[in-house]
């Protein structure tokens, strides 16, 4: 099973400023078609997930562009380059490369 | 526009079984794989089951296999989890959720499971 561990578990930001969440997985994530499947979620009090990046760096629609991935073989990071408000929540990273069992981060909480 | 919509969840005891139900629509439901994912009351996300576009493959996590059954049906834009025995630390919410990599999530069934 690969094991994602996410750092911190808790990061107070302040509006206006940029923030970044780690994502560490127990082995590579490169499919052997070439992809890396290293996804990201944010989950906003009491909604559901929802995907903001896949594919390490792909932006999914309607997803502010304040909001970036980066990152290959075990660490991947996930940046805001201004905090807002609105980005108040728990992320999550996930990997879907090696799988059953497809596995989540411990997620992030993001507060102000 | 994409609505994954769940629904069956509640109270059941000890031992009991339950049936969720997702209802999409909003995309083409026979060409994606389709999941489910839980998260106990102030924990994380953890993956639960898959089924292949066609409904010929699953798969489980080691926690709930031989309990759970996820199944679909492609002519109703249906996706479902029957759950058996159920424990008391499968009490969560249960999404429904597109894709292998979760494009879109549903808002989401509660489930109980307390005697």
């Known amino acids: 099973e690969v094991v994602m561990t996410q750092s911190p578990l808790s990061l107070p930001v302040t509006l206006g400023q940029p923030a970044s969440i780690s994502c560490t997985s127990s082995?590579?994530?490169?499919?052997?078609?070439?992809?890396?499947?290293l996804n990201w979620f944010q989950q906003r009090p009491g909604q559901s997930p929802r995907r903001l990046l896949y594919?390490?760096?792909k932006r999914d629609s309607e997803v502010p562009d304040r909001f970036s991935g980066s990152g290959s073989g075990t660490d991947f990071t996930l940046k805001i380059s201004r905090v807002e408000a609105e980005d108040v929540g728990v992320y999550y990273c996930?990997?879907?490369?090696?799988?059953?069992?497809?596995?989540f981060g411990q997620g992030t909480r993001l507060e102000i | 526009e994409v609505a994954l919509v769940e629904s069956g969840g509640g109270l059941v005891q000890p031992g009991g079984s339950l049936r969720l139900s997702c209802a999409a629509s909003?995309?083409?439901?026979?060409?994606?794989?389709m999941s489910w994912v839980r998260q106990a009351p102030g924990k994380g996300l953890e993956w639960v089951a898959n089924i292949k576009r066609s409904g010929s493959d699953q798969y489980y996590a080691d926690s709930v296999k031989g309990r759970f059954t996820i199944s679909r049906d492609n002519t109703k834009n249906s996706l479902s989890l029957q759950m058996t025995d159920l424990r008391v630390e499968d009490t969560a919410v249960y999404y429904c959720?597109?894709?292998?990599?979760?494009?879109?999530w549903g808002r989401g069934v509660l489930v109980t499971v307390s005697s």
């Open positions: 082995q590579g994530l490169v499919h052997s078609d070439g992809n890396t499947y």
């Open positions: 959720a597109r894709g292998l990599g979760g494009s879109d």
């Open positions: 594919q390490v760096s």
């Open positions: 996930m990997q879907g490369t090696d799988w059953p069992p497809i596995t």
């Open positions: 909003g995309f083409t439901f026979s060409s994606s794989w």
